[in-house]
């Protein structure tokens, strides 16, 4: 069910229920109003006959029948019986016998005073009346076409009215929710009109205040995210494409020139020798793609344990020394044993990612530093581990700080240097991975300083699944 339709009919309900109820409010008190006025009526009546049979001598019985018989004011089917404290009959006009009494129905009037009841078709009252020097009870019946007519007539309006308000109170419902929910509408064609080859389309937020510009708000943020995302993927492509299409041009080259003439010995060596290292670099960089692109989306290898960082440092020097015999790396542990037992030094994470991170970062430090060595503290702080890596060399420039994470990005000052430009996206993937946290700061030829922070591990089994 549409939600104009459910509105409709919730607005058709409430002023259903509100005109339903409004209407026997005005049913139910006109009806009590009816009653209490034609009971009333009937008593001054009854009590004006009563009074003249008491009051006036000259008159008896025979003689009010007569005069009640022509007066005009009598009730249709009016019925008055007097009876005195013996219950007696002193005077009566039903002479049918229409009216039936019995001494328990006058015993509640002299109990009570006062009762009404009903013997179809007439409506009863029963009363005393205290004269003087006596008691007297009086039996009133009447029937009230007239004012039962009018109750008809306003039940029939009452109907009327009512079905008419739920008529116009569906017609008003659906205007009023189709109004409501045409800016709704309207950003659904507006979302609906966005394609890959759209996504710089925006939806109109209106007035800017109410909650379906808070909609659009969302989707226009949803689309911007969603353009940043295929822009970053287009970039990625491409620049992936670049990187893949570099080594292997050069390979080609190498190989076809290769094959030009006949060579030395030393000629084949040394263009195999170029063409292994184009190979090394092609499957270090398809690599590092693989690696990003299945932590960017979230996937990370499900053995997780308890990691110590010391051991993950030792194990990257001595990595770092295989690569190149130049590089250097010096570790420092500056845990305060007092406070801190180095076996307490772990976080809980995959060991395999974590060692990349750390390799990327402290290898990036090599290459730009100077002298092609790092300083490596190991400290824990506030719960954290944290690694500080820092290198004495060409440094950042500033306008190149707020790009260094973004794959493929490489800074002016590193064109000389060899690199593919993926190292630091992947390592702050895995960071994040790791509920994590990565710093740089870096001062132009002077050097580049990397804090990396990760949560202590607490002291549980580790868990299945990371």
């Given amino acids: 069910m549409q939600i104009r339709t459910r509105l409709t009919l919730l607005f058709l309900f409430i002023g259903g229920a509100i005109m339903i109820i409004a209407s026997c ?10 009653r209490d006025d034609f009971f009333q009526r009937l008593e001054n009546k009854s009590t004006n006959t009563a009074k003249i049979l008491v009051e006036i001598d000259e008159i008896d019985a025979d003689l009010l029948r007569r005069i009640e018989k022509d007066n005009p004011i009598n009730f249709p089917d009016e019925k008055i019986i007097i009876l005195n404290y013996k219950n007696d009959t002193l005077y009566t006009s039903d002479e049918g016998g229409d009216i039936r009494i019995n001494e328990d129905i006058l015993s509640q009037i002299r109990l009570t005073g006062k009762i009404h009841f009903r013997q179809k078709p007439y409506d009863i009252l029963g009363y005393l009346f205290t004269e003087k020097y006596d008691r007297f009870v009086v ?40 109004k409501a929910l045409e800016p709704i509408s309207s950003v659904v064609r507006s979302v609906e009109e966005v394609s890959i080859n759209s996504l710089n389309l925006r939806v109109d937020e209106g007035n800017g205040t109410d909650e379906i510009a808070r909609l659009a708000r969302t989707f226009n943020n949803m689309l911007t995210r969603l353009e940043d995302a295929f822009s970053l993927q287009k970039d990625f492509i491409s620049n992936a494409s670049h990187e893949i299409r570099t080594p292997l041009t050069s390979i080609y080259g190498q ?49 997780v344990d308890f990691i110590r960082m010391d051991e993950i440092l030792w194990q990257v020097a001595e990595d770092i020394k295989k690569l190149n015999k130049e590089f250097a790396v010096n570790i420092k542990i500056g845990i305060d044993s007092a406070t801190v037992d180095a076996e307490q030094m772990l976080v809980l994470g995959n060991e395999s990612l974590l060692r990349t991170a750390v390799l990327n970062i402290v290898e990036n430090s090599c290459k730009y530093s100077d002298y092609h060595s790092a300083d490596v503290l190991l400290d824990c702080i506030d719960n954290k581990v944290t690694l500080t890596i820092t290198d004495r060399g060409m440094g950042i420039p500033p306008e190149d700080l707020d790009k260094i994470f973004e794959p493929f990005y490489r800074g002016n000052n590193s064109k000389t240097i060899p690199g593919h430009g993926i190292g630091l996206s992947l390592v702050k993937k895995i960071i994040q991975n790791h509920k994590g946290t990565i710093t740089i700061s870096s001062d132009y030829n002077v050097g580049t300083k990397v804090i990396v922070k990760l949560p202590l591990a607490p002291y549980t089994e580790p868990a299945t699944g990371f």
């Fill in 25 to 34: 409010a005005i049913y139910f008190s006109s009806a009590r109003y009816r």
């Fill in 139 to 178: 039996i009133a019946a009447a029937t009230d076409p007239l004012g039962l007519l009018k109750m008809r007539n306003l039940r029939l309006i009452l109907i009327v009215v009512c079905l008419t308000s739920l008529l116009i109170f569906s017609i008003a419902g659906w205007v009023y929710s189709g």
């Fill in 255 to 303: 190989l076809q020139v290769l094959l030009l003439k006949e060579r030395k010995k030393i000629d084949y060596k040394s263009t195999i020798a170029s063409v292994l290292e184009d190979i090394r670099n092609l499957s270090d960089l398809s690599n590092n793609l693989l690696l990003l692109a299945r932590t960017s989306s979230g996937i990370t290898d499900k053995s």
